[in-house]
């Protein structure tokens, strides 16, 4: 179902308040901001809305203050990159809501921008408090949502907020609707999904709703080696999760009654100790020795599983293929990378915090047709879940 998005809306000369995700990473112990893409992303909405004559304010969440003002977690330097990236002033004040804000709203003109402060200092934020909401909702004609990675949260900038006035998808919430929902309703087929990551049980609700829906289930990653003893291998010192066998054991019999070809590691890379510069080789899954352990598909599962996703005509990957932020043991991710970005023929869709920084550090994400910049929010809505920021947005009519 498609959602109304800015494009739905009579937007020229009203107020708009616009939910954002400038929960960008920084520097470690500093305001540097390392990666500015959540803002970038932005930017088409905010240019729709200044060019039809909306005024904007603009709010997000940054970081975890718990309700409490956290100097260090002040707009400020977020203020700053948006104006440059903008490349014209905006105002940025100090509170959410208040008698302050109001009178800066009240002074903006069409086309201006006034930046919101960090919305979680406000207890009342995470608890999706309706009379926060509401006092938000007073400071505009109609909400956007355009922050998709805050969109599995009940909050109240994201839930509450949906009651109080008329709301819309943002331009960047409309592509990973569309993109990510490609994946799940009606996807061309051959559908391929490829899973990987640490743990099998951060991915068990993606697993199973995957599972119903795919043609091909690529497993890489921490969590072939649960599988690989649900099938009673051997997997040296390798991390198994002893309580997810049991889920494993049940996707690999759903894989097999949906007639879903299911692939596994055929060979490994394996290391005697978890570092980056432990003796390693490349093994046949069968042949793990004791004190081994399992940190990357090796080459010929790599060669597999690329033969196998070209035939494919969507493919959505989640979770590395192995330890990828050591150089030794990154191939794996690197080939399944270079599979996707090389495939004109195919939709390539890419979600997770890790994959997508995966994706970015081997410079193609540009080559995919979307990345995600929802971490957890991509998971969730992979798991086939209602999303709290999401399910409140009114479906355009007639759909
Ligand atoms: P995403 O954030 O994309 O959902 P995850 O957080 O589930 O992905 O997984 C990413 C992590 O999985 C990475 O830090 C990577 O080092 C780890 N990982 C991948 N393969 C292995 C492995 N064989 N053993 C241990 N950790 C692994
Ligand atoms: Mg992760």
């Not at 409490?68 to 809501?97: N, Q, T, W, Y």
């Amino acid at each position: 179902m498609k959602k109304k998005t800015v494009r739905d809306a009579q937007v020229s000369g009203k107020r708009v308040l616009l939910r954002v995700d400038f929960n960008v990473p920084f520097v470690p112990k500093t305001t540097v901001i390392a990666d500015d893409t959540r803002i970038q992303a932005v930017l088409p909405t905010i240019r729709y809305l200044k060019k039809r004559g909306a005024s904007l304010v603009v709010c997000s969440h940054l970081g975890r203050p718990n309700g409490k003002v956290v100097k260090d977690m002040r707009l400020d330097s977020v203020a700053h990159r948006f104006e440059a990236l903008l490349g014209e002033p905006i105002v940025h004040v100090r509170e959410c809501i208040g008698p302050a804000v109001q009178q800066a709203v009240k002074e903006l003109g069409p086309g201006e921008v006034l930046l919101l402060e960090n919305l979680r200092f406000y207890p009342e934020e995470e608890k999706n408090d309706p009379e926060f909401a509401k006092a938000l909702a007073s400071l505009a004609d109609i909400y956007v949502n355009d922050a998709f990675g805050a969109s599995h949260r009940a909050h109240a900038s994201i839930n509450a907020i949906t009651r109080f006035l008329p709301a819309y998808a943002g331009l960047q919430m409309e592509k990973e609707l569309k993109m990510l929902g490609a994946t799940l309703e009606n996807p061309a087929r051959p559908l391929g999904a490829i899973m990987g990551g640490a743990k099998i049980s951060d991915k068990i609700n993606v697993l199973h709703n995957l599972v119903q829906r795919v043609d091909r289930l690529f497993i890489g990653g921490g969590m072939a080696a649960t599988f690989f003893k649900a099938q009673g291998l051997q997997v040296g010192s390798s991390l198994v999760e002893e309580e997810s066998i049991g889920v494993a054991q049940d996707i690999l019999k759903k894989a097999q009654s949906n007639s879903v070809k299911l692939f596994l590691p055929e060979d490994v890379v394996i290391s005697k100790t978890f570092a980056g510069d432990a003796p390693h080789k490349d093994m046949d899954v069968a042949r793990v020795p004791p004190g081994w352990m399992i940190m990357d598909i090796g080459p010929e599962t790599a060669r597999l599983f690329a033969r196998e996703m070209r035939e494919c005509r969507t493919l959505v990957w989640n979770g590395p293929m192995g330890v990828f932020e050591w150089e030794v043991f990154s191939q794996g991710t690197r080939a399944i990378a270079e599979t996707m970005a090389d495939m004109n023929n195919a939709i390539t869709v890419v979600g997770g915090g890790s994959t997508a920084e995966a994706v970015e550090e081997l410079g193609l994400t540009n080559a995919m047709n979307h990345v995600s910049m929802g971490g957890g929010a991509s998971l969730e809505f992979l798991e086939g879940r209602d999303l709290p920021g999401i399910s409140t947005l009114p479906d355009k009519d007639g759909d």
